[in-house]
């Protein structure tokens, strides 16, 4: 699986975010993910980040149904060394300040974030 890459967005369904939301909050996880890289110093990340930027950027938008699963997931993401990002929004239309609404794992090896998303189901 050398040279396959991807980013997998979670979004916890639970919160029946309209579609506007749930593309915004994916889309704050996937750039604070990529933010996160550029600023770590960290040159296995960033050599991940050029790969994945090289071979088009693969994204999947998996779902959970629970703030503790999503929690579990970046838990799971951050103890295998993987970028991570955990969002929590700023409350300034539909969800309360600070209610955790999303997780983007990687960019990193296909099979590295699989270890953590695989088992989840499309968005």
Request: net charge positive; aromatic share 4%.
């Amino acid at each position: 699986m050398e040279g396959e890459y991807k980013q997998s967005i979670v979004l916890r369904r639970d919160l029946r975010m309209s579609c506007g939301k749930a593309a915004a909050q994916a889309a704050h996880a996937s750039v604070e993910a990529v933010l996160m890289v550029l600023d770590s110093g960290n040159p296995t990340w960033k050599r991940w980040l050029l790969d994945w930027r090289r071979t088009g950027q693969k994204k999947v938008v998996l779902r959970v149904d629970s703030e503790e699963e999503l929690l579990k997931v970046y838990a799971d993401a951050r103890s295998l060394g993987l970028p991570a990002s955990l969002i929590a929004d700023a409350g300034l239309t539909q969800l309360p300040p600070g209610t955790k609404t999303a997780v983007a794992v990687g960019p990193a090896p296909s099979q590295l974030v699989d270890r953590v998303t695989g088992r989840l189901k499309l968005y």
